[in-house]
Every structure is written in C-alpha cells, then in structure tokens.
C-alpha cells in the first residue's frame, strides 16, 4: 500500500475522509443532488446574487468586452478597467481611502498578514480564524499567538506578555463573523486595545459583508469602525456572489500592498467576468438593500425554527447556524438522513472545526423563503431522532470564556507552545504560540522551507527591487461603459424562473414577508 492509500484509509477510518459531492443547477435555494431536487442550506452565495439574471449578464457581457482572462500579474500588464472599476466601488462602499483586489480571500488574507508581519513581528490571533489567516500566520515567519476565541481579556492578557520589541510589528488579525459558528467578534473591544498596545488591526468580513452593519456593509460599519481598522479584507465569492477578494484600506495601506503582498504580486489578476459579475452585485446589493433585510429575516426564521424543533440555537441575525453533534461519524450521519429527507446541508469535521466540534453547518439565503427554512427545521430534527440524537441535547454554539487577569497568570505554566496549525484544534483552552525557528518537534513549528518549499518572503531591499505599482495608472482609460441596466431583465428573469428548479420571486416573497 503506498503511502498516499496509507494516509486515505487513515482519514477513512477516522472519519475524515472527503469526498465532491457533484450539484447540478446554479446556487440557488434548490439544486439538483443525483437528480433529486433538494433544498440547498450551506451555500454562501447568502444574497442570492450568484445565479442572478443581472450579475450573469454582467459577467458576460465582460467577457465579450474584455475577454476571459486578465492575461497577466496586476503589476504587469493585469490592471484593466474593470478592476479599477470594482476597486472603486468596494472603497465607496466600505467607507475606506482605497482598495486593492486579490485572487480569492484565501490569497488576500496570506497577502496582507505576509505584508504586514515578518520575523521579529508579532500577530494576534483569534482561535477560530479562518484557514487563510491560519496559513497567513505561518507564513508570515511572525511570532503567533493565539487568544482564546473573542476572549478580550485573554487578548489584553497576550498583549501584555508579548511587549513591542525595538522596530517590530504588531497586528491582531480576526474574522468579523466567524465562519463556523456565525458569532461576531467583539470588535470595538479589539480596536480599542490595538490603539492602546500599538498593534495594527485587521478583520476578515468574508461572512459579515451583506449581511451585517446597515446595507450589509459589514461589523467594521455596524460598529462604526472604519477608520480604527487597517486592513479590511473581503471575499467576492459569497454575498457578492462571483470569486475573488478586496482589501479595503487607506491609500497607502493598499500602496504598501501591492509592494509587498506577493498573492498579488506573482499571480494573475482577477478574471474581467468574475470582476464584471461583482460589480454587478455589489450595484445590486447597493440599489436594493432589502435584500439584506430578507438576508437577516430568513436568518431569524431558520433560528426560530430550529429553537421550535427543540435544537439550542439561539436567536439572532446572523444566517451561519451551527448544529454542533461533535462526533465526526454523528456529523455525517445527519448529514445523509437530511439529504434523503430533501435539505443539503454539509458535515463540517476537523480541521475545519476544533475536534470534537463537528457539525452541520448552516446557511440561510436571501432566496430562501420563510417555509423553505420551517421544513428544514422540521427535517433537521427528524433527522437527528432518525440517527437517535436528541435535538435538546447538542452542544449549543461556543460560549463566551471570558477569564480574570489573575486566572490567566495562575494557568501561565500550563500553557503549550503550540503551532496555529493542526493540534491547535485539540485544546482550545491553551494559549497557543508559533515561533519562527521552534525546534521542538512536538510543537509542529511551520518551517516554510520544509513544508510549504517556498522562497521566503521579500526583504526590505527585494521589495524595493519589485516592478514599480501600476495602480495608480490604469493601463488603459476606462471609455467604454459596462451597460448592466439596459438589459431586458424581465425577460432574462422569466427565463431564469422557467430554468429553476424552484421558482423563486424574490420582490414577491419580500411582499409576502412584510404583509406577515
Ligand atoms: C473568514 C473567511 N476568510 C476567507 C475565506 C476565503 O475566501 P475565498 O473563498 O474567497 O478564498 C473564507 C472562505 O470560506 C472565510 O470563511
């Protein structure tokens, strides 16, 4: 048996193994699974604008205008008009100075930390962060600490332990609505200790944007924050539903990025279509901003649903919903018995959660009706009794642990040096640091040469030595309009409708909403 077989049955037998499930049909509130219609509840296409008649027009209308690919780096011949366009947009839009798209959010986030943190420097980051700013850490080549998830006190606590070295860096990085469990960071709390510890902050709105702060602009608006937080990084691949990323940030963060950000640097620019296709959404997202509404409306309606089925979800806005069965096997189970029932929604098991933590991730749509999301839960719980769970008995999403300065001194020495990589999963009550160069073995230091056998980040003197930034200066005038709103979108829509598997009218499901 080779090695790779080896490892395969290893995950198979753990539980862990995974496998593409093939959807037919766009991502819309229902797709076709092995033929079957079923009720699609983990897609983060949450406004319902991937499958959009508006957006897909945009995206191919652009690629007759400009083509498929942008051909090149964005430091090469890769910043086209449409980028600038975007750009422009999403700055306007998250009530930031600038604005500079990536690849994906995955490449955004290893972008900016590697940017903003190198070895010497510092990076604070929550315990349930996302896998891209998991991997930015490391990386970075920065000492990482790890706070406990939104843990104010234990972030202050780390602050303190971690004093700023002569010309080193600091910056806390933490998602704005975490992925797998849909809570919210306590982000005025965040700013405010970045201010007063002298670290840079920056957040990942990938689930928040469309969602969250008023017409969807995210928590960083909700709260106000604009101007406190450096680095605001965004995905296009969900609300906006199309694929790439965005930082958004003052004019010289985003000059200091496409300097330093190597994701941007060495790797082709954004397709025009996906470019085009955002920006289309991202227009519709601001024209009719009932669309969030009906976001957080269905939000609660999942929620209420699930609470009336007995399951411990609390109430609340935000449309990621956990149902937290912790057993890899369990999570899987409930997964297939509600897919045989008619709702899709995905196993989520390590390492993509804490061990222990495996769930079914949920995710409420604008395209959803309130019915839609009721059966659902009545799914749900049948399914649960079906594999003999007891909905009141999961494990409800993480509590708040907060802990005293004093707890936090007296449990110091149990602390584990500890990597933000695989193990940081098994225990989430340690602290966990990741120094560049660690040796122990057992703390599964990320060595870039080793396991990621990449060249190391630019130094000062490299990055000064890098093609000088075209995104001051388009490389060609942006003279030719793109015509999204002349299009006969009545018709494109009823063509779409008779398409659907579903049909879904989504003017007339708000109606239905507000008369209720
Ligand atoms: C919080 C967060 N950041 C970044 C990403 C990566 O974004 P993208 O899918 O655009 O690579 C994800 C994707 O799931 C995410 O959940």
């Known amino acids: 048996m080779s090695e790779i077989e080896q490892r395969l049955e290893e995950l198979e037998q753990l539980g862990l193994y995974r496998r593409l499930r093939l959807v037919s049909g766009p991502q819309g509130p229902t797709v076709l699974i092995d033929g079957k219609p079923v009720l699609l509840l983990c897609s983060n296409n949450y406004l319902g604008l991937a499958d959009h008649p508006r957006v897909r027009e945009a995206a191919a209308e652009a690629a007759m205008r400009w083509g498929v690919g942008a051909g090149a780096s964005r430091l090469v011949s890769g910043t086209m008009t449409i980028h600038r366009r975007l750009e422009e947009g999403l700055a306007d839009f998250k009530g930031t100075e600038s604005c500079l798209l990536f690849g994906s959010g995955y490449l955004a986030n290893i972008g900016a930390i590697g940017s903003l943190a190198g070895a010497g420097d510092t990076v604070f980051s929550d315990e349930l962060n996302h896998a891209s700013i998991v991997d930015g850490c490391r990386v970075s080549r920065a000492e990482v600490v790890v706070y406990r998830h939104r843990d104010v006190e234990h972030l202050m606590w780390s602050l303190r332990k971690h004093g700023r070295r002569d010309g080193s860096r600091r910056l806390i990085v933490t998602d704005s609505v975490f992925s797998m469990d849909g809570d919210v960071a306590p982000l005025e709390d965040i700013a405010e200790l970045a201010a007063m510890y002298d670290a840079r902050l920056m957040v990942d709105e990938a689930h928040a944007t469309g969602n969250l702060g008023p017409g969807g602009r995210g928590a960083v608006a909700e709260a106000g924050l604009e101007r406190e937080v450096d680095v605001i990084v965004g995905t296009l691949g969900k609300a906006l539903g199309s694929y790439g990323a965005y930082v958004c940030a003052s004019a010289e963060m985003v000059r200091y990025l496409i300097n330093t950000a190597r994701p ?10 996906v470019v085009a296709g955002a920006l289309a959404a991202l227009n519709l997202l601001r024209e009719r901003p009932h669309r969030v509404e009906r976001l957080r409306s269905n939000a609660r309606a999942l929620r209420r649903g699930l609470a009336r089925e007995g399951f411990p979800v609390a109430d609340g806005d935000v449309h990621i919903v956990p149902l937290i069965v912790e057993d890899e096997r369990a999570a899987m189970r409930l997964c297939q018995e509600a897919l045989e029932r008619g709702v899709f929604a995905q196993a989520i098991r390590p390492p993509s959660v804490p061990a222990g933590s495996s769930r079914l991730r949920l995710t409420a749509m604008a395209s959803h009706t309130a019915s839609e999301l009721e059966m659902a839960a009545t799914v749900f719980a049948d399914a649960a009794h079906a594999i003999g769970l007891d909905p009141t008995s999961i494990t409800p999403a993480l509590p708040e642990r907060q802990r005293t300065f004093e707890e936090l001194d007296e449990r110091e020495p149990a602390y584990a040096e500890r990597g933000h990589g695989e193990l940081r999963y098994t225990e989430l009550t340690v602290l966990t ?35 000088a930034p075209t995104h001051d200066q388009p490389t060609e005038e942006f003279n030719v309009e793109l015509d999204i709103e002349s299009t006969d979108h009545a018709a494109a829509t009823a063509a779409e409708t008779s398409a659907a598997d579903v049909p879904f009218d989504f003017e007339r499901e708000l109606h239905d909403v507000r008369a209720a």
């Open 264 to 273: 941007l640097i060495y790797s082709t620019a954004p397709p025009p279509p």
């Open 433 to 467: 640091h990741e120094r560049a160069g660690a040796d122990e073995e057992s703390s599964m230091p990320f060595d870039l040469e080793r396991d990621g056998g990449r060249a190391p980040v630019l130094s000062a003197a490299e990055t000064a030595a890098s093609p």
